[in-house]
């Protein structure tokens, strides 16, 4: 999505990568970055221009490939096809519109985890999961859960960390 959680574990990867092939120059390390990294932004109409600009700048500092893969579409077709399920005096809810996002999301990354044999890595933190903040099927997915057991506040100091470290995350701080 471009917010922290996802900003982290890209950068968690990205230092994977240097400390991996750590016997490698600066450059060879930038290119096995581009050579095993991903990343993907999926705005729907409710993300803000500001995460967009901190995906493309956590994605550049990353030496991640980047794609902008806009939800739009399949979020509004989603959004008509739960309303054409509901009784009359029904409405879509708030939660179900957030939900439709994340799961849309998750689908994509699926898709493109089953396709590559890439490692679809999730980004939602302990925090999130103790407040009943995450999606089935959406936010919750992903083959291996890399911050699972932080809490926002060590996301963010690490954030914090990496970029005064490495210069990493410098946007997301």
Not at 16 to 26: C, G, K, M, N, S
Not at 89 to 109: D, F, K, P
Not at 130 to 147: K, P
Request: net charge positive; aromatic share 8%; proline share 4%.
């Amino acid at each position: 999505s471009g917010g922290r959680d996802s900003v982290l574990v890209l950068l968690l990867a990205r230092r994977w990568i240097d400390r991996r092939y750590a016997a490698l120059p600066v450059e060879e390390r930038r290119a096995k970055a581009r050579e095993i990294l991903r990343a993907f932004f999926m705005p729907s109409p409710y993300s803000s221009a500001e995460t967009a600009a901190a995906a493309a700048a956590a994605a550049a500092e990353c030496d991640a490939p980047y794609l902008v893969i806009p939800i739009d579409e399949a979020f509004e077709k989603e959004l008509v096809v739960v309303a054409g399920m509901l009784q009359p005096g029904e409405t879509v809810s708030g939660m179900t519109t957030q939900n439709i996002q994340a799961r849309l999301r998750a689908e994509r990354m699926w898709n493109w985890s089953n396709s590559t044999a890439g490692l679809f890595l999730q980004t939602s933190n302990m925090s999130e999961k103790a407040v009943g903040y995450t999606t089935v099927g959406g936010d919750l997915e992903g083959a291996f859960s890399v911050i699972a057991n932080l809490p926002k506040t060590v996301v963010i100091a690490l954030i914090e960390r990496l970029h005064r470290r490495f210069g990493f995350g410098q946007r997301a701080v």
